[in-house]
């Protein structure tokens, strides 16, 4: 690291996801390969929290709503929105995951900027794998706009690692190091989210864990 960006930037010349979207290719290759890693968790994620609760969820970095049509398909009351860049909802429909009609009447999809906006008005904001690709100004930019879309009593929820306490091996260790190459980002503990909550107006409310790596973190309004 040279303290002017990644390693990443360093090498392209740019940030690793203004690269891809100047790659198609490699932007498809990518969210394929977030939905196949995600074929092993999203399950495990839709059952250990209690969706059903919401009547409405957004899913902000959805990709092409892997996440979204395992939990859809779990509550079935359930509505949601699939929110990511413009080029990647575009593509969405390739992917079949919210094509059953069953699925399409309780969707909806939505292209945007999560750095300038979310969709307005749902009960619950749903992000996975989205808060360990920023540093914390970044982080705090995306919860702020989730707060100030959500309705009054709003949750936003966080799937990623929470990393443990102590030197123990931990896969999210690795990506830890992943992230600070690519991305800038980083991986969090507990203690990490509930700072970037409160600088968003949030306040940490649990950790669920999950049966797979993963946990889901609550928040609500401060
Ligand atoms: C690591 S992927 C996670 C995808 C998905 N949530 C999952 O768990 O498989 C990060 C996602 O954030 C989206 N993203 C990046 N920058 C964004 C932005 N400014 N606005 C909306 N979405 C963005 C990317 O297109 C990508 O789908």
Known sequence: MTGTGTPF???FGM???TWRHQHPEQERTFVASMASISGTENAAVAKAYPFGELARLVDVGGAHGHLLATIL???RRLHGVLYDQPQVVASAASSGFLARPELRKRSAVEGGDFFASVPAGADGYVMKYILYDWDDDECTNILTHCREAM???GRVLVVEHVIPPGNAANWGKLLDINMLTLTGGRERTKEQFA???ARAG???KRVVPTACPLSV???VRR
């Open 73 to 75: 398909t779990r509550h």
């Open 15 to 17: 940030p690793i996801f």
């Open 202 to 204: 949030l306040r940490l």
């Open 217 to 219: 973190v609550e928040a």
């Open 9 to 11: 930037e360093s090498h």
């Open 195 to 197: 700072a970037l909550f």
């Open 151 to 153: 309705a009054p009593r």
